[in-house]
């Protein structure tokens, strides 16, 4: 089996363990200032303090160009993803589940569906906390130095 349809199998698997018959993926943005789902976008957030959370959910409100959307299961959300769509890409600015649901197959649902949805390449970029989640995805790696978190991943998912 090649690896591309092994990945394929993998974002099925993970999708059908995600999902349930009330399973949403959908924009969220007016959601984006509830302390639920600011909860969720803090475990995400360069700055996860009530603060940066408030500035993170504004920026996300107040742009057309930025996307930010939800996993909901029976009308709660799950998980929140923050994305921008280039005519090329995806770009993955903010991903995270929360920590009740955390390696059940959400994370990887959202990302299977931005693919369906845009059919693009997806980017994100990433401090090293977070790759083996981006690598379980069949995402690839670079990595280069930051100056403030150390190293810094750009994670590329082709479809």
Not at 83 to 101: G, K, P, Q, T
Request: negative net charge; hydrophobic residues 45%; contains cysteine.
């Amino acid at each position: 089996m090649s690896s591309a349809n092994v990945t394929r199998s993998k974002f099925r698997a993970a999708e059908n363990h995600a999902t349930d018959a009330s399973a949403a993926f959908m924009d969220i943005k007016h959601l984006a200032a509830s302390p639920d789902v600011g909860s969720i976008v803090a475990l995400a957030a360069v700055d996860g303090s009530p603060e940066g959370v408030a500035k993170e959910a504004e920026k996300y409100r107040s742009s057309d160009e930025l996307h930010f959307y939800g996993w909901l299961v029976d009308g709660q959300v799950l998980g929140i993803c923050g994305f921008e769509v280039h005519a090329d890409n995806v770009e993955i600015h903010l991903i995270a589940v929360v920590n009740s649901r955390q390696r059940q197959g959400i994370g990887a649902a959202m990302v299977t569906a931005l693919q369906k949805k845009y059919a693009r390449p997806i980017i994100a970029e990433t401090v090293e906390e977070a790759i083996g989640f981006y690598q379980k995805q069949g995402f690839a790696l670079s990595a280069h130095p930051h100056p403030d978190w150390g190293w810094k991943y750009t994670c590329y998912l082709q479809i």
